[in-house]
């Protein structure tokens, strides 16, 4: 039998959105102001546009501004180029997300960082990389920040525990490891090239998987009692139909660990929440207002 809390982050994501919306509320009877968030989605990748519903849909009932900007999959980079810099100029938007992937012909990297960084909800600016690491007031990416929720609500302390991340995304291992960083972990990032990945992890208090790669951390491959985050959402068949799966082997891993989040139901829904949280955060600073305790 199995002690591990099973983490869920679909009541705790649904806990942090209203927490938003309160101090959302707050900010409009205080200071007349309601934050504004800006989506712009260029192309028709289904999946995109599920995630941009979904974004503007949590952002309206926080009681904050969601407007969506749509070009189609042929625009060239000037025409997004010119969306962002009509979005960094306009007062009532506070935050600003290019949906990913963007279509080739446009320069990803060269569009993000035509992002005003203090609008930059993503977290994904060469400048809001540099103020995380190095330890200054920054943006920090959505799906990253969760994960440090929930770790912080449901272990607690985390100073001096081992953490293992696998995987070195820009936008999942790489912010993961600057944040467990600044909470005084001692932080190993692992990948496909990492001698002895299993040993790596075994060893880890912590142990997040962002790696893309359906079920490939094991049972074995974790501690007895350490807190598993699993960041992957991995479409897999099952049978006559598909299901989801995480980077962790559930069943596994439920057996060893002392915390572990589900897929779905674990990280997921926290990505969206911190999205509005740093839309809050964004229109606080924009207007030099102490966000609402
Ligand atoms: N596409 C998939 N995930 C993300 C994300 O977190 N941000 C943006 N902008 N696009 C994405």
Same mark, same amino acid.
């Given at each position: 039998m199995s002690d591990a809390v099973i983490i869920d982050g679909k009541a705790f994501a649904a806990d942090l959105r209203a927490e938003v919306g309160r101090k959302a509320a707050l900010l409009k009877a205080s200071h007349g102001l309601v934050p504004g968030l800006s989506v712009v989605l260029v192309g028709d990748d289904p999946a995109s546009h599920v995630y941009v519903r979904n974004k503007g849909k949590a952002t309206v009932a926080a009681g904050m501004d969601s407007q969506e900007y749509r070009l189609p999959a042929t625009a060239s980079h000037a025409e997004v180029l010119e969306t962002v810099e009509r979005l960094n100029a306009d007062d009532s938007v506070h935050g600003i997300l290019v949906q990913l992937p963007l279509p080739d012909q446009v320069d990803s990297n060269a569009i993000i960082n035509a992002i005003d960084p203090d609008k930059d909800v993503d977290g994904?600016?060469?400048?809001?990389?540099?103020?995380?690491?190095? #330890?200054?007031?920054? $943006?920090?990416?959505?799906?990253?920040?969760?994960?440090?929720? *929930? $770790?912080?609500?449901?272990?607690?302390?985390?100073?001096? &525990? =081992?953490?293992?991340?696998?995987? =070195?995304?820009? +936008?999942?291992?790489?912010? *993961?490891?600057?944040?467990?960083?600044?909470?005084?972990?001692?932080?190993?990032?692992?990948?496909?090239?990492?001698?002895?990945?299993?040993?790596?992890?075994?060893?880890?208090?912590?142990?997040?998987?962002?790696?893309?790669?359906?079920?490939?951390?094991?049972?074995?491959?974790?501690? !007895?009692?350490?807190?598993?985050?699993?960041?992957? +959402?991995?479409?897999? !068949?099952? #049978?006559? &139909?598909? =299901? $989801?799966?995480?980077?962790?082997?559930?069943?596994?891993?439920?057996?060893?660990?002392?915390?572990?989040?589900?897929?779905?139901?674990?990280?997921?829904? *926290?990505?969206?929440?911190?999205?509005? &949280?740093?839309? $809050?955060?964004?229109?606080? =600073?924009?207007?030099?207002?102490?966000?609402?305790?």
């Open positions: 994904f600016h060469t400048v809001n990389v540099g103020r995380l690491t190095t #330890g200054q007031d920054s $943006l920090v990416p959505c799906t990253p920040l969760g994960c440090l929720l *929930m $770790l912080r609500h449901f272990v607690g302390e985390l100073k001096g &525990k =081992r953490a293992m991340i696998v995987g =070195r995304s820009n +936008i999942v291992g790489k912010p *993961m490891a600057s944040l467990l960083l600044r909470e005084h972990c001692t932080v190993t990032v692992g990948h496909s090239r990492t001698q002895d990945l299993p040993g790596e992890c075994r060893r880890a208090d912590v142990l997040i998987a962002a790696v893309g790669r359906a079920e490939m951390i094991r049972g074995d491959w974790v501690k !007895p009692g350490a807190a598993v985050i699993d960041v992957g +959402i991995n479409r897999v !068949p099952a #049978g006559e &139909k598909t =299901r $989801l799966v995480g980077d962790v082997c559930f069943e596994e891993a439920v057996e060893n660990a002392g915390w572990i989040t589900p897929v779905p139901g674990g990280v997921g829904p *926290m990505t969206i929440a911190c999205l509005l &949280k740093n839309t $809050l955060t964004a229109a606080c =600073r924009r207007h030099a207002i102490e966000e609402p305790a």
